[in-house]
């Protein structure tokens, strides 16, 4: 019987292929660490109501860092290096790696990412309440059922396809409501805090479709040694789908929550600037 396992236990990879998983892991959260200190150090840079966009920010960055340290750790730990394949392979009795890491990271991080935009474009009210119990449950249901079915990417293609299908519902549903609210959150907004709001939207949309694509990237996987899988498209080998999955999931996770919250800041200070009459340069109110 196959372990539920990830497909990346199932592979031995080359000295290059494995560094460049490491490095890509890496510079994951080496970015995340410098974005905290950016957010840190830009947050008084935006008016009082709008700070909290920065606040969350910090939170994100601090949880990803973290978590996606460990995510490296785990990479490191899992595999050993075969002088005679001139391969790194699981050794008996060496952890197994795990994309866990990441889904338990965007279980704190996703709510967050979403809550953000709701300050930034000042939704309020029941408005605000009801948009963020929406965001919160479709963003955390979303996590959930992809962090299910992944266990299932080697050992039951039917298991990993259903519930990825399920996060797929959630996944479209926080789509539509950002499109929603990004588009009710312009009307009004002055003209250079609504064409960033424009660009925050294609970042989001092109950002997040990213996520799926390397979930199922098992499904375009040459199919394991064993000739088990659930690769229906066998376009890659084991070692390249492995090295394009974390490159695909490092790139994401960038441009979702570091670039998009340095896009928020900027909006923010924008909107500070010539609807509040802060000045961020002066870090004051402009008399």
């Known amino acids: 019987m196959i372990p539920n396992i990830p497909f990346e236990n199932f592979f031995s990879y080359s000295p290059m292929a494995y560094d460049m998983v490491a490095h890509v892991l890496t510079l994951g959260y080496a970015v995340m660490l410098a974005a905290l200190f950016y957010f840190i150090l830009t947050m008084k840079s935006v008016a009082p109501k709008y700070r909290i966009s920065s606040v969350l920010s910090v939170v994100v960055m601090v949880s990803a860092f973290l978590l996606l340290y460990a995510q490296a750790q785990n990479w490191d730990y899992a595999f050993v290096y075969d002088e005679g394949l001139n391969q790194y392979v699981r050794a008996d009795g060496a952890s197994t790696f795990t994309n866990g890491y990441r889904y338990l990271n965007w279980l704190i991080d996703v709510p967050m990412l979403l809550f953000q935009i709701l300050f930034v474009i000042n939704i309020t009210g029941d408005k605000f309440a009801s948009t963020r119990n929406q965001f919160f449950f479709s963003g955390a249901m979303m996590i959930i059922t992809g962090y299910i079915g992944q266990y299932y990417e080697v050992s039951n293609a039917m298991a990993f ?23 009710e959150g312009k009307i009004g907004m002055a003209p250079g805090a609504a064409k960033l709001i424009g660009t925050i939207w294609t970042l989001f949309l092109v950002s997040w479709m990213l996520y799926p694509g390397a979930y199922l990237m098992p499904a375009i996987t040459a199919n394991l040694p064993d000739g088990s899988g659930v690769g229906i498209l066998p376009l890659l080998d084991g070692e390249t789908a492995v090295v394009a999955r974390s490159i695909t999931y490092t790139v994401a996770d960038v441009s979702s929550k570091v670039i998009y919250g340095i896009l928020l800041t900027v909006a923010a200070q924008i909107r500070s600037k010539e609807e509040a009459n802060y000045d961020y340069d002066t870090l004051d109110t402009v008399s």
């Open 161 to 183: 396809y259903v519930w990825g299908a399920i996060s797929t519902l959630f996944f479209f549903h926080v789509l539509y409501l950002m499109k929603k609210i990004l588009d």
